[in-house]
């Protein structure tokens, strides 16, 4: 059985970046997280780790068990960035947002970039593939859709049954059009859909491997 990681190990994977995974550690912790399967060591310069799939799980496994919310719920304003799904009870707006985002959507092209096998950003990559609804989330702000909040309609992005898909909601035919406009530009592809018992339409959207 594998053991757990050490105190010091576990610092370094919750000081990870909630968007790209990117550690920051000494050269030996490092290399003991990868030597566990919880970090890998980019091939291309400058060479950062990353957290593996694994590494996400005991990453968001802690902050379950600490009771605190992961990077795709947390509370506006609470000190990490949060991609917001639609639904949140005090969303939060401005200028100061504005360069949240944009700084997420930045690091995950990078993250693209460096984790794709062909370096490509246009392409979604693993960690997209392994937080649905925190990815599609993102993309959809960075485009400059608005979630849905208190006072305001907007998209909502929710998990689904189907492997590697989310459904987006959002309040009319044209607010879903342009949010599988945005989704694809996003290299995510997106068809329209109506339930069969509510007959409400959404957007089934899946992160596209090529």
Known sequence: MTR???????????????????????????????????????????????????????REAEEVTKKAPDVGEA??????????????????????????VHSAWQGLLELRRMTNPDGAVERPCGWERAHLVRAAALALEAAGQRPAGPDADGYRVRATPQPEAVAVYGPDGAALRACAAALERAGWQAGEYTEPRTRARYLLASPRRM
């Open 4 to 58: 757990p990681p050490t105190a010091a190990q576990r610092r370094v994977i919750d000081a990870a970046d909630p968007v790209t995974g990117r550690l920051r550690g000494t050269e030996a912790q490092l290399a003991a997280l990868a030597k566990r399967g919880l970090a890998f060591r980019h091939p291309r310069p400058p060479h950062d780790h990353f957290l593996t799939p694994a590494g996400h799980r005991i």
């Open 75 to 100: 509370p506006a304003g609470a000190g990490v960035f949060s991609a917001r799904v639609g639904g949140e009870e005090a969303p939060y707006d401005g200028p100061g947002r504005v360069r949240e």
